[in-house]
């Protein structure tokens, strides 16, 4: 299962995860609807997760211990899940940003490339 | 290593603390809310409700999506799955049958082999530590004889010379009247010596085993088999103590052994020590008589080298010390009993297994195939559940539990199959494979069954199930037949190996019939038609009469039923051959003057008969005189020896008028007087051993078999011989009559029954073979209709569209065939050891292998092209 070509849903997987691993580090713990509606902001409106997606990838990254869920209360009194990345997720997302960074600086370099 | 720790969460999610569907639900919902809050927020007019949804989903779908996260599907997914494939088998009632009847028949007749297989071959004696157990011969190779039995001095001498045993002993069986049971009964008696009981170690029922003591003071003790017991006995709770009267001892009961246990023979029904008996009974305590069968228990420290070593040493010591009885039979042999009483039906059984193992892959093949074609039918079906948003491995689960239930339900009904079969298996193979009668379905058949039908079932939905992952669904929702499917390579490939499975077997079944036809036309070395075998034991009142009144009683037989209109010839013998094996065997040795064999002895079966006994067999003498029916004093005894016997113990030399010393009752001098036929003693595949034939003057037997020749239909003469000899002794019981074919072909009867096993297999294969290449033709012809709609308009007639089906048939049909005759070779040389006079690769069969198959390839075509060549064009050009 580990060395096979990743397939499209694997690479969308791939990239949300390191999005949302990237979006607790900024902002600290947030329960799932903030979490979703930071993504949007940022990317301008760009990013619209829907629930059927974002929720399997939080549980996702609860399951591979990147992250811990604690059940808390929000500004408005609601009892919601907050989410926070643990030290292998902080360790995870540095490794996966530097992976990013080198893939995207590859590609660039051959787009960009004058004859 | 990520995806493990994955999976290992997954695992523990469904047994730990799992986050409830409510708790789920729950953080769900308060997503919606705020959605909804900033819905409105943005928008204050509109209720955001709707809006929110928009963005963010359905809740019933992100529950669907976090469940399939959250771990291994729960119960609730699984039982919903399983009654809806329930559902689905009801909704299509001809597919279904078919597929469970198949299902059922290829798992069935693969677990019934199963447990015959088991019951026969692997399962363990019941005697306690089995392994242990080992029979002991000794071996006199330049007779040839490597399972002889062992003299009681020899015996004696190895029970006190060895250690490698925690116990040893011998018996010796013989049938034997039994009174005081109500009416006098004939049983199978195994005189035991030695520690018997305590060697096999089974407990008794009732009662105690005699004990090695017992036997060493000779106390008239005896064990009975519970088979007698709850028989003749009655299950009489006060059976310990009674007195059963066995020839001319009496002896008390003191215990009862339980029905599994079988040492001797199965028939075995008293155990009795042997020292009881004296040596007009069992002969004399003569090292050179040897009639002992040895069974041992090695000891937990010895292994079988050590044992036979120790034992081959003493042998030639004892070979040594008396070189008159031993030098020839230094030998010993050690073979477990387990060997001894499975004997040659493993290479059969295994034959059977995987004949029916065949049958299940093409039952497999068939219904991959039948899955694959519903596949394709359901394909549009598919494709609306994943637009709709069912992941596809829900899909792809749920086909697979269909095929699973498919496979499970068939494999229910297959028990029943198996139970069925088994049953018939045990009644008509009767006699022909040892322990048949121990075999019965039991827990570990069922689980066997049931995992394989899940497992068959499960491997055959694989293919269209894992079709639905690869390809994109989304063509199959456009309106239209657009997409043309063809039947895939895979069914194709399926065929191709499902039909040369087909020639395998079919190629089998022929070659095991030839042979059997073979066996039935060869010559016994007796007339065989024509004749009847009276077998009658010696009457009770007579057991006690002087030799000669026993002898004077035979001959009266033998003139009144020559008398009978029809008779042309009466003769008696012991035991008839085929029909019981010759227990007799006489040793002697040559005293001519060439004498080449020096003072060893030879050893040749010998048959007691009456001089009519040749003529009345339809033996032909070769060369000589027939035996004289008086024999005159003091003269050497007449014998007539088989060309068998002449060609080993005179070679090169004419026999006629040779004398020889006899070894054993009396050691007179015996002339041969005439060379007569070979005949087969034990059955037709083993060559005629050396047999010689004495007149039948010699003392009593407990059997005497009357063989009567006729003029014409042999069974219209049975009730005048039973009221002839009942009159001549009202007392005189018959155990059985038949005619001389009838105990030919009950000697055949393993072969028989093989070839019956076979034949049903090979028609099995057959059918199902011809039902797949109808299938996968029909679905062809189905999916193909527009292709076919657009070449009949565009001006193909019915010949070519016949043709093209046709065609399809006879490349599938061909490289089947190839395939299977390659495989055929191969195969079946793997069988030469149960083949009579064939060879593995006989041509005969093999064309006629093909031409059965071609034809029922044919015949499966021929519905499918003439549907296809009934197609109207406009109508098929009309179709969605």
């Known amino acids: 299962m580990a060395n096979r070509e990743p397939s499209k849903a694997d690479v969308l997987q791939g990239t949300l995860d390191l999005m949302v691993l990237q979006t607790l580090d900024t902002l600290g713990p947030l329960h799932g609807y903030a979490v979703a509606a930071r993504l949007e902001q940022v990317s301008s409106g760009a990013l619209q997760l829907n629930m059927g997606t974002l929720y399997p990838a939080l549980m ?56 | 290593m990520r995806n493990l720790r994955e999976w290992l969460h997954r695992a523990a999610g469904t047994l730990s603390r799992r986050r409830r569907d409510e708790d789920l639900e729950e953080e769900l919902r ?38 399939d996260q959250r771990g291994i599907p729960s119960i609730t997914d699984v039982v919903r799955d399983m009654r809806h494939a329930i559902r689905g088998l009801y909704r299509r009632p001809g597919f279904s049958a078919v597929a469970l009847f198949t299902i059922a028949l290829g798992i069935g007749a693969n677990a019934a082999m199963f447990t015959i297989v088991y019951g026969v071959l692997l399962k363990p004696l019941s005697y306690p530590d089995a392994e242990r157990l080992v029979r002991v011969y000794q071996t006199n190779p330049a007779l040839g004889v490597m399972d002889g039995a062992v003299s009681p001095p020899d015996f004696d001498d190895w029970q006190s010379h060895t250690r490698a045993w925690d116990g040893l002993a011998a018996t010796q069986a013989s049938p034997i009247l039994a009174l005081g049971l109500g009416e006098p009964v004939e049983l199978e008696m195994a005189v035991v010596t030695g520690d018997f009981f305590g060697t096999l170690g089974t407990t008794p029922v009732i009662g105690r085993a005699i004990t090695h003591s017992d036997i060493r003071d000779a106390i008239p003790l005896a064990v009975i088999s519970e088979r007698l017991w709850r028989g003749a006995l009655g299950g009489d709770p006060a059976v310990l103590g009674r007195t059963l009267r066995l020839g001319v001892h009496g002896y008390t009961i003191v215990g009862v052994v339980p029905t599994t246990f079988r040492y001797p023979s199965a028939g075995t029904d008293v155990w009795t020590p042997r020292t009881v008996l004296g040596e007009e009974e069992i002969g004399p305590y003569d090292r050179g008589q040897r009639v002992l069968d040895v069974i041992g228990r090695l000891r937990t420290d010895v292994n079988v080298e050590e044992a036979h070593a120790e034992l081959q040493a003493l042998a030639a010591h004892l070979a040594v010390e008396h070189p008159a009885s031993n030098a020839a039979w230094q030998g010993v042999a050690i073979v477990p009993l387990h060997a001894t009483v499975v004997g040659s039906a493993g290479p059969v059984l295994v034959v059977v297994f995987a004949a029916v193992t065949a049958l299940l ?133 399926l065929i191709v190996v499902e039909v040369a499975i087909a020639v395998v077997l079919v190629v089998a079944a022929g070659l095991v019939a030839r042979s059997f036809l073979a066996l039935q036309s060869a010559d016994p070395g007796f007339a065989v038609d024509n004749a009847l075998a009276v077998v009658m034991p010696i009457n ?78 339809g033996i032909p003498l070769l060369r000589g005189a027939h035996l004289p029916d008086v024999l005159t004093a003091g003269a050497p005894v007449p014998f007539l020896v088989s060309e068998a016997a002449a060609r080993r113990f005179w070679p090169g030399e004419d026999p006629l008028g040779k004398i020889v010393m006899l070894q054993a009752g009396g050691r007179g001098e015996a002339v041969v007087t005439g060379v007569v036929g070979d005949v087969h003693q034990t059955g037709l595949r083993d060559a005629p051993t050396p047999t010689v034939y004495f007149p039948q003057a010699g003392g009593p037997r407990i059997v005497a078999t009357l063989v009567v020749r006729t003029h014409g239909d042999p069974e219209s003469l049975i009730e005048p011989i039973r009221t002839t000899v009942r009159h001549l002794d009202a007392n005189q019981a018959i155990r059985s009559v038949s005619t001389l074919r009838a105990v030919v072909a009950d000697a055949a009867a393993r072969d028989r029954f093989l070839t019956f096993l076979f034949a ?47 065609g399809q048939a006879a490349t599938l049909v061909v490289a089947g065939l190839a395939l299977g005759l390659a495989g055929a070779v191969l195969v079946t040389r793997l069988m030469t050891s149960l083949l009579y006079q064939t060879s593995a690769h006989d041509a005969v069969t ?18 499918p092209a003439w549907r296809a060549a009934r197609v109207l064009p406009s109508i098929a050009l009309r179709m969605d």
């Open chain 1, 60 to 115: 996702r990254l609860e399951q591979r211990g990147l992250i811990r869920g604690t059940w808390g209360t929000t500004d408005s009194n609601r009892r919601a899940r907050f989410y926070a990345l643990t030290a292998a997720g902080t360790r995870q997302l540095a490794r996966e940003k530097d992976a990013w960074a080198r893939t995207a600086g590859i590609i660039d370099m051959v787009l960009n490339s004058q004859r």
């Open chain 2, 30 to 67: 308060l997503h919606l809310e705020m959605a909804t809050d900033a819905a409105r927020q943005s928008d204050p007019q509109d209720d955001g409700r709707r809006a929110a949804r928009l963005r963010a989903g359905g809740v019933a779908q992100a529950m669907e999506a976090l469940r």
């Open chain 2, 361 to 493: 892959l093409i039952v497999c093949a068939n219904l991959a195939n039948m899955l694959l074609a519903r596949g394709a039918a359901r394909r549009r079906e598919m494709a609306v559940r994943v637009a709709i948003g069912a992941s596809r491995t829900r899909v792809v689960r749920q086909l697979l539990t269909e095929s699973g239930v498919l496979g499970f339900c068939g494999g229910v009904l297959g028990i029943a199959v198996a139970a069925a079969i088994v049953r018939t298996v045990v009644r008509l193979g009767e006699g022909t494979l040892p322990r048949l009668d121990e075999v019965h379905l039991d827990g570990w058949v069922l689980t066997y069954t049931l995992l394989l039908s899940i497992v068959a079932g499960l491997v055959c939905g694989l293919p269209p199930a894992l079709a639905t992952l690869r390809r994109s669904l989304a063509v199959h929702l456009a309106d239209g037949r657009a997409v043309v499917s063809r039947s895939t390579s895979l069914q194709r490939g």
């Open chain 2, 540 to 617: 009770l009142a007579d057991v006690e009469q002087p030799v000669e009144h026993i002898a004077q009683r035979r001959r009266e037989w033998i003139e009144r039923v020559s008398a009978l209109p029809g008779v042309t010839g009466v003769g008696t013998i012991t035991s008839l051959p085929m029909q019981d094996r010759c227990r007799d065997f006489v040793e002697f040795t040559r005293s001519d003057g060439e004498a080449r064999t020096g003072t060893v002895p030879l050893r040749a079966d010998n048959c007691l008969v009456s001089s009519g006994y040749l003529h009345a067999m």
């Open chain 2, 760 to 806: 049903v297999f090979g028609t099995l294969a057959l059918v199902l073979a011809a039902v797949g290449v109808y299938g996968v033709l029909s679905h062809a012809v189905a999916e193909r209709t527009r292709e076919i709609g657009v070449r009949m308009a565009l001006g193909a007639n019915r010949r070519n569209v016949v043709g093209m089906v046709a």
């Open chain 2, 846 to 863: 093999l064309v006629g292998v093909c031409l059965v198959l071609t034809t029922a390839a044919v015949v499966a075509s021929v519905v």
